[in-house]
C-alpha cells in the first residue's frame, strides 16, 4: 500500500509540474502573436512528452541526484515514506503556485522538500555540501546566465537581420517568404525549449520512484510522462498568460531569440546532469529581451523573483510536516 502511496504521489507531483511548467517552451508563441493558446499548448504537450521519453535514454544521471543520493544516508533513500513527503511536499507548492497563476520551479521545490524531509530524518548528518554544489548554485546562475545570452543575441541577431525587429508580415516576396521562415523556426525553438524540459524533468520525478524495486525505471518514466501532459492541458492557462504577455511584449523574432537561448541552456544542462530550473532560465531570457527593448515589467519580474525565493522554504515546510506525520502514524 505504501509503494502505491508513493507512486500516486509522484503522479501527482508530475501533474503539477506538467500545469505550471509545460506552457513556458511556448509562451513566446502565444505572447508575440504567432499562434493561438490551444495550439500553443499543444505544441507543447507533443514536445514535452517527446523529451520525457527521450529522458529514458539520455538522462539517468538526474535521476540519481534527484534520489537524494549523497545528501542523506543510503539506508534512507530506501525509506518509500521519506520518497512520500519529498513527492507531497513539492507537489502541494507547485501545484498552489499554479492555482495563483505564478511560474514557480519544480526543481526548487523538489530541493526545498529534500531539505524539509531530510532534516527531519537526520538533522545535521544532511550533506549542505552537495545542496549548494550540485542543487542551489545551477538554480541561482542560470536564470542570470540566460538573461546575459538573450541579451547578447538578440543585439547579434538583429544587427544582422531586419527580420527580428519587425512584427508585419506584409512587403516584398522576400520579406513575405523570411517571416514565414522565421515563424517556422519559431516554431522549432518552442519545440526544443519544451523537449528540453521534459527532458530534465522527467528524470527528476522519477528520482523518488527508485526504492519501488519492482517497478521498471522505463514505465515509471511514462507514467510521469503522462501525468506532466495531462496536467498541462488541463490547467496551464494562469500561468501560461503570465509568461507570454505580462513579463515584457515581444514580437516573433525577440520570442524565437529567447527561446534558443533557454533550449541551449537547458539540454545542454540535461546531459550533464545539472538540475537546473526550466522557468528560471525561461523566465530570464524572455526577461533578457525585455531589457534590451525596455519594455520589461519590473513589477511583474519582481512578484516572480519572489515567488522563486518563498519556494524552497514553502516546499521544506510543507515536506517536513508530512514526514513527521508519516512516522507519528
Not at 44 to 50: C, G, H, L, V
Not at 215 to 235: H, S
Amino acid at each position: 500500500m505504501i509503494l502505491i502511496i508513493l507512486f500516486i504521489a509522484a503522479c501527482f507531483l508530475a501533474y503539477s509540474n506538467g500545469a505550471n511548467d509545460n506552457f513556458k517552451g511556448v509562451a513566446t508563441l502565444f505572447g508575440s502573436g504567432t499562434t493561438n493558446y490551444k495550439k500553443a499548448i499543444a505544441w507543447a504537450t507533443i514536445s514535452t512528452f517527446s523529451g520525457a521519453i527521450a529522458a529514458i535514454f539520455l538522462a539517468g544521471k538526474l535521476v540519481k541526484n534527484f534520489s537524494g543520493k549523497g545528501l542523506i544516508p543510503d539506508t534512507l533513500i530506501q525509506s518509500p515514506e521519506f520518497a512520500i513527503s519529498i513527492a507531497l511536499g513539492a507537489a502541494l507548492t507547485v501545484f498552489s503556485a499554479t492555482k495563483i497563476g505564478m511560474p514557480i520551479s519544480t526543481t526548487h521545490a523538489l530541493v526545498g522538500a529534500l531539505l524539509g524531509s531530510g532534516l527531519v530524518a537526520v538533522g545535521s548528518a544532511f550533506n549542505f555540501t552537495k545542496l549548494g554544489n550540485t542543487f542551489l548554485i545551477p538554480l541561482i546562475v542560470s536564470p542570470l546566465m540566460a538573461a546575459l545570452l538573450s541579451i547578447i543575441a538578440y543585439i547579434l541577431f538583429r544587427k544582422r537581420s531586419i527580420v527580428l525587429g519587425a512584427t508585419q508580415k506584409t512587403g516584398t516576396w522576400v520579406e513575405k517568404n523570411s517571416y514565414r521562415m522565421l515563424d517556422f523556426a519559431h516554431y522549432i525553438s518552442a519545440g526544443i525549449v519544451s523537449f528540453a524540459r521534459g527532458l530534465n524533468d522527467t528524470p527528476k520525478i522519477v528520482g523518488l520512484l527508485l526504492v519501488i524495486n519492482t517497478l521498471d525505471i522505463k514505465w515509471g518514466m511514462c507514467a510521469v510522462a503522462v501525468a506532466m501532459a495531462l496536467g498541462g492541458l488541463l490547467n496551464a492557462k494562469k500561468v501560461g498568460e503570465l509568461m507570454s504577455k505580462k513579463i515584457t511584449p515581444m514580437n516573433n523574432g525577440q520570442g524565437l531569440t529567447a527561446n534558443l537561448i533557454t533550449g541551449l541552456l537547458v539540454t545542454t544542462a540535461s546531459i550533464h546532469g545539472l538540475p537546473v530550473s526550466t522557468t528560471h532560465v525561461s523566465v530570464g531570457s524572455i526577461f533578457g529581451i525585455g531589457t534590451v527593448t525596455k519594455k520589461a515589467d519590473f513589477k511583474v519580474v519582481k512578484n516572480i523573483l519572489l515567488s522563486w525565493l518563498l519556494t524552497l522554504p514553502i516546499a521544506a515546510i510543507f515536506s517536513a510536516i508530512i514526514y513527521q506525520l508519516i512516522l507519528n502514524t
